[in-house]
């Protein structure tokens, strides 16, 4: 089993920046896809960003040009580069890890953008 943990939530103003960061509990060998899903109050979990261990990427349409997510594989860390935030990225940040066809999830992390 491999515990995820989060951090960097927070508030922020429109128009802010934050960067999120997820930390694998031990070493991950072999293909495998770390990325970020949200989920917003009465909605379901989203998709945001996801990246493999061999650097390929996808966006959820609406961040892309705004966040950029980038790994450490020595590190088996995964970051979210949040810029431009706007009121409707208002959720909980949920990491995970793909590996072996199993998913794997942290606890979340608030992000909240409002004045």
């Known amino acids: 089993q491999v515990q995820l943990a989060e951090s960097g939530g927070g508030l922020v103003q429109p128009g802010g920046s934050l960067r999120l960061s997820c930390a694998a509990s031990r070493r991950i060998f072999g293909f495998n896809t770390m990325g970020w899903y949200r989920q917003a109050p009465g909605k379901e979990r989203e998709l945001v960003a996801t990246?493999?261990?061999?650097?390929?990427?996808n966006y959820e349409d609406s961040v892309k040009g705004r966040f950029t997510i980038s790994r450490d594989n020595a590190k088996d860390t995964v970051y979210l580069q949040m810029n431009g935030l706007k009121p409707e990225d208002t959720a909980v940040y949920y990491c995970?890890?793909?590996?072996?066809?199993?998913?794997?999830w942290g606890q979340g992390t608030q992000v909240t953008v409002s004045s």
């Open positions: 995970n890890l793909l590996i072996a066809s199993y998913n794997h």
């Open positions: 990246i493999t261990n061999g650097g390929t990427t």
